[in-house]
């Protein structure tokens, strides 16, 4: 007992909550295993090797991106746009452990986000030009976001909330993945001259809802995570409770609000169709969870309920109106992630259990909401536009009827099933088969 009261309790403080950030951060890293599942499932199964190598190199390009690059463009745009000026930006190479750990909280998030675009350009984009978007992400687009908000930039001042990136990862990808997928333009045959959508359906339902699963619980280091400090020192020199104070309403919210959001888009399915749409139920899922990102930490319970169950019903009312306008968001990347990030940053002031509702607070939000969207917007046109005018955005018909698993990687995914054949990157397979006859390649 004597040599525990010895302990110093700065020591506990600090490896308890680099413990927990580490273990926050595997939890998020893992959610790309979901983003892969959820992904490849939602395409055909010519494409399902493209859509997984997307989801393996948006980590491998963009972390590095992020790491090299990112962190100082966060750094240098939190002191220009705050006006507290900034120095040794790039500093954090030699930051040491402690420093690296949050770093690579902040990576993972970071990542997020980048994954976020990839299954709205899903089956004609070419891996190439998506990748360069990736790199711009961990280097750029998401940098400034955090640069203006958590890092304490012009919207931080401002007094712009967002707990666990609704606005900042959510909302930010999803606004970049729209505005891709309206500059690729729509999959072969996803409209009909008229405009009329059809529908495409994914290889695999069971991998999209599996993936929504396995990205709900690394939601759990997502949003907890969050809350990154377990332990404190008050100046009495004792361990007190941190920001797991709140962790518990974090965590109860995250769980709720799951149940919420897939019940309103099974609500909406049930309404239109007289059958729940299994895919659209997941998706409210997920949209639940995006809506209680940037509210987890003040909102009732009740509140969250509320909010949930909006982020559901909009996801196929948004999803449907995007296919009215000619757009071909193969996941419903911005109906999950777009406007329900944008839903729960404008839901704060309401929401907000710690103080009365405020104007001034909700013309604040929606400011933020403003800024961040424009940014991501205004980015994301430029980028795939210069792509798209170099001839890197889109592959072209043949190798889409193909499928990118053979025209991108020489590859069929499923060779036990179909045509066996292989065909190089640039090439076609021989369509021709065994009997003389012709397969039927999708």
Not at 11 to 23: I, K, Q, R, T, Y
Not at 401 to 421: A, K, M, Q, W
Request: glycine residues 14%; negative net charge; contains cysteine.
């Amino acid at each position: 007992m004597t040599a525990l009261l010895q302990v110093d309790p700065s020591v506990v403080a600090e490896g308890v909550n680099l413990l927990w950030v580490m273990v926050a951060t595997f939890l998020v890293f893992f959610m790309h295993a979901g983003f892969g599942m959820l992904e490849s499932g939602q395409v055909r199964s010519k494409n399902v090797a493209n859509q997984l190598t997307k989801n393996v190199l948006t980590w491998g390009v963009g972390v590095l991106a992020y790491f090299i690059v990112g962190v100082g463009v966060s750094a240098v745009v939190a002191g220009v746009t705050s006006g507290s000026g900034f120095s040794g930006a790039f500093a954090y190479y030699s930051g040491g452990s402690t420093a690296w750990a949050s770093i690579l909280f902040g990576a993972a998030f970071s990542m997020v986000a980048a994954s976020i675009v990839s299954g709205a350009v899903a089956e004609r984009a070419q891996l190439r030009g998506y990748l360069v978007f990736t790199v711009l992400v961990g280097a750029l687009i998401y940098p400034v976001a955090t640069g203006l908000t958590w890092g304490g930039g012009f919207l931080s001042t401002l007094g712009f909330q967002d707990f666990a990136g609704a606005a900042v990862v959510h909302m930010t990808g999803g606004v970049c993945g729209l505005v891709a997928a309206y500059i690729v333009g729509p999959r072969v045959d996803k409209f009909d001259d008229d405009g009329t959508p059809n529908v495409i359906p994914g290889h695999s339902l069971p991998y999209a809802i599996l993936g929504t699963l396995i990205l709900a619980f690394g939601w759990y280091g997502f949003n907890v995570g969050t809350a990154v400090n377990v332990f404190q020192v008050t100046d009495a020199g004792e361990l007190a409770l941190a920001d797991y104070a709140y962790a518990g309403r974090v965590a109860i919210n995250t769980a709720l609000v799951m149940g919420t959001g897939s019940i309103g888009a099974a609500a909406i399915s049930v309404l239109r169709s007289g059958k729940v749409d299994s895919l659209m139920t997941a998706n409210g899922l997920l949209a639940g969870l995006v809506s209680v990102c940037s509210i987890a930490a003040v909102a009732s319970w009740p509140a969250t309920l509320v909010v949930g169950f909006l982020a559901g019903v909009q996801v196929v009312l948004v999803f449907d109106l995007l296919e009215k306008v000619g757009i071909d968001d193969v996941c419903a990347v911005f109906p999950v992630h777009g406007s329900a990030g944008a839903l729960s940053a404008l839901a704060y002031p309401f929401v907000n259990t710690t103080s009365a509702f405020s104007v001034s607070q909700l013309g604040i939000q929606v400011v933020g909401v403003a800024v961040l969207a424009a940014w991501a917007a205004g980015i994301t046109l430029a980028v795939y536009g210069l792509l798209k005018a170099l001839g890197w955005a889109r592959v072209s018909a043949k190798h889409e009827r193909e499928g990118l698993d053979s025209s991108e990687h020489g590859i069929v995914t499923y060779p036990e099933f179909g045509d066996n054949s292989v065909g190089s990157p640039g090439r076609a397979p021989d369509t021709t088969a065994a009997d003389g006859g012709v397969s039927s390649d999708d």
